[in-house]
């Protein structure tokens, strides 16, 4: 498994912008995709954006859907999960997830499709 380490989140108010890093161990990080989940109080985990391991496919949330965008580095073993016009509702914890596979171009948006978790990043929107 490959372990992974979230930064970046942090306060900002409405409309502005974040950027969220997760860096992975490891020589192997080009072999997962990678996904960015959040999860609020009393709520369950949910999917927000996942890249393939070849970085040539993405799939969002219909809730952040052009505004926010993921991206990844093979060569730092990072994914980023750029956030623009932020809403109070995009407040919670933001995890990401990896999942090794075979396929370059395969991207999952099921939890239970994820091998590995970091520890997660809080981001707080003001309204």
């Known amino acids: 498994q490959v372990q992974l380490v979230e930064s970046g989140g942090g306060l900002v108010q409405a409309g502005g912008s974040l950027r969220l890093s997760c860096a992975a161990s490891g020589r192997t990080f080009s072999s997962y995709a990678m996904g960015w989940f959040r999860q609020t109080p009393g709520k369950e985990r949910e999917f927000v954006a996942v890249i393939s391991r070849s970085g040539g496919s993405t799939y969002y949330a219909d809730s952040v859907k052009g505004r926010f965008t993921i991206s990844r580095d093979n060569a730092k073993n990072t994914v980023y999960l750029q956030m623009d016009s932020l809403k109070a509702e995009d407040t919670a914890v933001y995890y990401c997830?990896?999942?090794?596979?075979?396929?370059?171009?395969?991207?999952?948006?099921?939890?239970?499709?994820?091998?590995?978790w970091g520890q997660g990043t809080q981001v707080t929107v003001s309204s």
């Open positions: 997830a990896a999942r090794r596979t075979g396929f370059p171009s395969s991207y999952y948006t099921a939890m239970k499709d994820y091998d590995s």
